[in-house]
C-alpha cells in the first residue's frame, strides 16, 4: 500500500502550492545502481585501488564522480578527476547492454505533472549528453523544461547551484519548489536552496539518511498527493 510521511509540522500545507518539481536521475527516476556499480568497481580494478564493498560504492551516487573516488578513497581532486575519466570510458561501454529503466510510474506521473500546469526538470550530476539521452530514452522531452547537470554549475551537490539554475531557467520560486530525489545529497541541496524536499524511499538512500525530508514517498506516483500539500 502507498504510503506519504509527513515529515514536518501542519504549516507545510499551508504554504505555496507546488508549482515546480525538480527531479534528481539516479535511484529517483532511473534504476541506475546496478550500472553504476558495476562501471565503479571496473575503475577501480582498473586503477588498482584498494577494493569496496557494492554497497559501499552505492553511497557515493548522487555525488559528481570525481568526489565519488574521493569520498571512496580520501584521494586528491585531481586523482579523482582521473578516475572520472577512467570510469566514462568503462560507462560508455558498460551502458550498451546495462540498460536503465525508469522507475514503476515515474513516466506517466511525469506525464500528468506536466498535464497539471507543474513544471518539471532535473537536476542530476550526470553529463548533460548523458540526461539528454534519457529523457529522449523515456520519450519525455516535451514534459522537461530544463535540465541541469554537474558541468552547468560551478558547486554541484549538496550545494544549492543546480536548484537556482532550474530556477533562474524556468522562472521559478522557492517557495513554489519541491526537490525530490534518493540521496541525502537531494535534499540537502534543495534546502540550501530555500525549497520543499521530498525523499523517496526506493532508491540509493536509507530512510534514517532521509528523515531531514519535508516528505517521503515509496512511490513516485505519490507526488501528485505531495504537490497538493
Known amino acids: 500500500m502507498a504510503r ?3 515529515l514536518k509540522d501542519d504549516k507545510i500545507s499551508r504554504e505555496m502550492k507546488t508549482e515546480t518539481v525538480i527531479l534528481d536521475f539516479d535511484g529517483t527516476m532511473g534504476d541506475s545502481q546496478h550500472l553504476i556499480v558495476t562501471t565503479l568497481q571496473a575503475t577501480i580494478g582498473e586503477c588498482r585501488l584498494p577494493s569496496r564493498t557494492d554497497a559501499q560504492c552505492a553511497a557515493t551516487i548522487g555525488l559528481p ?4 573516488f574521493v569520498a571512496l578513497f580520501g584521494m586528491s581532486d585531481a586523482d579523482g578527476q582521473r578516475c572520472a575519466d577512467v570510469y566514462r570510458r568503462i560507462f560508455m561501454e558498460n551502458k550498451k547492454n546495462m540498460a536503465v529503466k525508469p522507475f514503476p ?5 511525469i506525464r500528468r505533472l506536466h498535464g ?3 513544471t518539471v526538470a532535473i537536476a542530476s550530476s550526470r ?4 540526461l539528454v539521452e534519457y529523457v529522449e530514452q523515456y520519450g519525455i522531452v516535451d514534459c522537461i523544461a530544463s535540465i541541469v547537470a554537474s558541468d552547468d554549475v560551478e558547486k554541484a551537490k549538496p550545494a544549492p547551484d543546480m536548484v537556482l539554475k532550474v530556477l533562474a531557467d524556468t522562472g521559478g520560486k522557492p517557495e513554489s519548489a519541491l526537490t525530490v530525489g534518493d540521496m541525502i545529497y537531494d535534499i540537502d541541496m534543495g534546502k540550501a536552496a530555500g525549497t520543499k524536499t521530498c525523499g523517496v524511499t526506493y532508491g540509493n538512500g536509507t530512510l534514517q539518511e532521509l528523515s531531514s525530508a519535508d516528505f517521503l514517498i515509496d512511490d513516485f506516483s505519490e507526488l501528485l498527493s505531495v504537490i497538493d500539500k
Do not use: M, P
Open 116 to 118: 497539471l500546469g507543474v
Open 105 to 109: 510510474h515515474v513516466i506517466e506521473t
Open 127 to 130: 553529463s548533460r549528453q548523458s
Open 4 to 6: 506519504i510521511f509527513f
Open 65 to 68: 564522480l570525481w568526489k565519488a
